[in-house]
């Protein structure tokens, strides 16, 4: 039995861990999270050092998945020093630990690292973020370099999958926009590659269990959904999904207000493919299972 101990268990992606790990045999998982503990999940401030740190040491688990992290870019342009705390300082700690009791650390990060100028990207890509949260992602990959021997990071774009509110995904918001009805702007100048978070919770497992054959494996890794949107043609499937019209959404063909954002980040997954690692669920196929799974909002 393998233990894996997830970070942020009880966000958008953490919670698709812990399914597909729970669903296979073979891993035993200790799943924590912060403000939202509910059943099956362990209550860890990854802010305080020194309990992740007893946690880890009484644990010691073979593989630590690091999901949790400050993902909104706007909030981290507005309180970098609570950005930076947890996306690079927790992070730091985290790798200081997985190196002591020789834990296989894989940390989660994002496109938002490249700047969107000349996709696509593969792993060793120059990278250049446009914003914090880019940039406190970005470092929190140099720190756990700096601090574990072997280890891996997946870079992933935006993800959408089971929500617990429409809000919680920048993918699903686009729903409540349809079902509103009243007139709005919705981008159309970014090319995204909305990506399940139950195929990144599937390629997730498969790179331990490629681990778990191949001690030398080790690097920064990218996974993707593979068709290239923009929102604004994300509702025009979603509105034939929920038989909704799309007349009162406008075409937005300027980069949005906020923080910066690139305008396309697509990443190559070629080296995942060759070891025969890999998900793409068709975003009709996900985002139907997406907006079903939402109770009672949608009659689908
Ligand atoms: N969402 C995307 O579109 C996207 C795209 C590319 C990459 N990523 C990356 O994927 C990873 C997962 O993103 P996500 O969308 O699943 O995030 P999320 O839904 O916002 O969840 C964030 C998680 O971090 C936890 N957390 C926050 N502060 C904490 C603290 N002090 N101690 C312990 N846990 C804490 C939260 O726990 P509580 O809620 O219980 O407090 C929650 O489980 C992140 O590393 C993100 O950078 C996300």
Redo the contacts with the bound molecule.
């Keep these: 039995m393998r233990k894996v101990f997830i970070?942020?268990?009880?966000?958008?992606?953490?919670?698709a861990l812990v399914r597909e790990f729970q669903a296979k045999p073979g891993f035993e998982v200790l799943a924590?999270?912060?403000?939202?503990?509910s059943a099956g999940?362990i209550k860890?401030?990854?802010?305080d050092f020194g309990s992740v740190a007893e946690f880890l040491g009484t644990h010691k688990p073979d593989f630590i998945i690091?999901?949790?992290?400050?993902?909104?870019p706007d909030v981290c342009q507005n309180d970098p020093e609570a950005t930076k705390a947890?996306?690079i300082h927790?992070t730091k700690n985290i790798a200081c630990i997985a190196s002591q009791i020789e834990s296989w650390m894989l940390?989660?990060?994002?496109?938002?690292v490249f700047d969107g100028t000349s996709p696509p990207y593969t792993p060793v890509s120059v990278t250049n973020p446009l914003n914090l949260?880019g940039e406190s992602?970005l470092e929190g990959e140099r720190t756990m370099w700096k601090n574990v021997v072997s280890g891996g990071i997946l870079?992933?774009?935006?993800?959408?999958g089971e929500v617990e509110t429409l809000d919680?995904?920048?993918?699903t918001q686009i729903a409540s926009a349809l079902v509103a009805q009243s007139e709005i702007g919705i981008d159309d100048w970014a090319n995204r590659y909305p990506?399940f978070?139950d195929d990144v919770a599937y390629v997730c497992r498969q790179m331990l269990e490629y681990r778990s054959e191949n001690s030398e494996f080790s690097g920064t890794y990218h996974w993707s959904g593979n068709q290239p949107m923009t929102k604004y043609q994300m509702a025009h499937v979603m509105a034939e999904v929920l038989e909704s019209t799309v007349d009162h959404i406008v075409p937005v063909k300027h980069p949005p207000i906020g923080a910066p954002r690139p305008q396309d980040c697509q990443l190559d997954c070629t080296d995942l493919k060759a070891l025969g690692i890999g998900k793409q669920t068709a975003f009709l196929e996900a985002i139907r299972i997406t907006l079903s799974s939402i109770d009672g909002v949608f009659d689908l």
Aim: hydrophobic content about 40%.
């Design positions: 970070t942020g268990a009880s966000g958008l992606l953490g919670r924590t999270a912060f403000n939202r503990v999940l860890l401030d990854l802010l690091h999901a949790a992290a400050e993902r909104r947890l996306n927790a940390y989660i990060s994002t496109n938002y949260y992602k870079r992933l774009p935006i993800l959408y919680e995904s920048s993918v990506t978070v």
